[in-house]
């Protein structure tokens, strides 16, 4: 190991690193809080002045990071504006998003950014660690090219690792400490130090053999996910023309002890991972002459389920007597997931935006998030359910624990529950 090597990692080993999280989101935010709490100075980057101020506070925006967490950590944690708290950062996490295009290919402008950002402040005896989600090979051409570019040797004056962000907001089991972490450098010495950095703060570390492995780990991941979710949005499109319960046959599948795993059809996927990670797998794969018609498949499937929503939503009221145009639609939850305020990629936002095209009259009521745009605008979520009688139907959107669906059920005129939680409830619920 190098001079540089050794130093670093007994500054790592010592807790004596300044470590500086850049973006202060759902990945970095929790990250920033564990390296504090492990008793390292931490410094949150971020150009977001108003999260910034909120942190510096102690007043979390993040649900997965109580307040009290940010009180907790006061003596080691703030949050700045100022990119030049990159300067005395001995190890710098850059955890910012990777969202697609509109055309449906990656975008990688916030991570160029970053690096632009870093650049002009590197230093020798840095680790630079990427955990945003990327293509195979993205940490040694956006980042670590670029620093050899100024003169610095990676693996000898800076040490540069990808280690793939694994968060799942409201989890009440796994937390950023409880989740395994793999880590991959771009040298040996690079994986070795990024690894003892982790090992302080998580209870398990992973190490690889290279960067571009570590990046695909992540893409599989959620590769795995998608292609599955898409299988069971097939299966449930099939099961409804057969007039089979999906839901009936997914719970009887998952008495089989070996060889399945439950997935369930929704309206879509949402959040930063399902949705956009695979294309940035088939988006490289094709600089290889590789086709991966698999994953295209699942993504298309799973990217038509708010309009089989629709289809069926307007056959639900055609059977009722009703138009969609002449309807009023409350859509119950619009989070990507339950228990989460983070509308990400949300399939009831565009499902929303299909039911507006349509000229349907629609709100929607969600516990976790007072507002969101739709393609007419901003629009604010009704503020609780005694209405809910009013409406022609209840789309069930999203299963949040803390909605009293006993109340929807009984005052409800009509409910389409595209979440299955509501199957067996009465004649007037119809289940996707």
């Known amino acids: 190991m190098s001079d540089n090597a050794s130093a670093l990692q007994r ?7 300044q470590v500086t999280v850049m973006g202060l989101g759902y990945v970095g935010l929790p990250l920033a809080v564990e390296f504090a709490r492990a008793g390292f100075k931490t410094i949150g980057y971020d150009p977001d002045s108003k999260k910034v101020d909120s942190l510096n506070r102690s007043v979390s925006y993040i649900s997965d990071v109580p307040s009290e967490s940010l009180e907790e950590v006061e003596g080691n944690f703030s949050a700045t504006t100022d990119p030049d708290c990159l300067k005395g950062a001995d190890v710098v996490v850059i955890c910012v998003p990777t969202p697609l295009r509109k055309t449906r290919d990656p975008d990688l402008s916030f991570v160029i950014s970053a690096v632009e950002i870093l650049i002009p402040r590197l230093h020798d005896n840095m680790l630079v660690v990427l955990e945003s989600t990327t293509y195979p090979g993205s940490t ?4 670590a090219k670029r620093i050899e570019g100024c003169g610095f040797e990676v693996g000898k004056d800076i040490f540069v690792a990808f280690s793939p962000e694994r968060v799942d907001p409201a989890n009440p089991v796994y937390k950023t400490r409880d989740i395994p972490k793999v880590v991959g450098g771009i040298t040996p010495q690079c994986g070795e130090i990024a690894s003892s950095l982790y090992e302080a703060v998580v209870g398990q570390v992973y190490r690889v053999s290279s960067a571009r492995t570590a990046e695909m780990v992540k893409l599989l991941e959620n590769t795995f996910r998608s292609v599955n979710i898409g299988l069971v949005n097939e299966i449930a499109m099939i099961c409804h023309k057969m007039g089979i319960d999906v839901w009936e046959v997914i719970e ?5 002890p070996f060889g399945f795993m439950a997935f369930y059809p929704g309206p879509g996927i949402g959040g930063h991972c399902i949705p956009c990670d695979p294309l940035y797998l088939t988006w490289k794969a094709r600089d290889y002459g590789i086709e991966p018609r698999l994953v295209e498949l699942a993504s298309q499937i799973n990217y038509y389920m ?13 059977e ?17 997931k339950k228990n989460v305020s983070d509308t990400r990629e949300s399939p009831a936002i565009e499902l929303m935006n299909l039911l507006l095209e349509k000229r349907a009259r629609v709100d929607f009521y969600d516990p976790w998030v007072e507002e969101i ?5 901003p629009m604010r979520g009704i503020s609780d359910l005694s209405a809910v009688g ?3 139907c209840v789309l069930l959107t999203t299963d949040h624990d803390n909605v009293d669906y006993d109340f929807v059920v009984a005052n409800a005129k009509l409910i ?12 007037k619920v119809r289940v996707l």
């Open 416 to 427: 389409f529950d595209t979440r299955g939680r509501l199957r067996g409830k009465g004649e």
């Open 373 to 377: 745009r739709t393609s007419v605008g």
């Open 306 to 318: 708010p309009h089989y929503v629709l289809d069926r939503l307007t056959d639900i009221l055609n």
């Open 140 to 143: 040694e051409e956006l980042l």
């Open 11 to 17: 500054k790592i080993e010592g807790r004596q690193t």
């Open 252 to 256: 009887s599948a998952k008495t089989k």
């Open 390 to 392: 009013d409406y022609d």
């Open 320 to 336: 009722e007597g009703l138009a969609l145009s002449r309807s009023r639609i409350l859509v119950l939850g619009v989070a990507y």
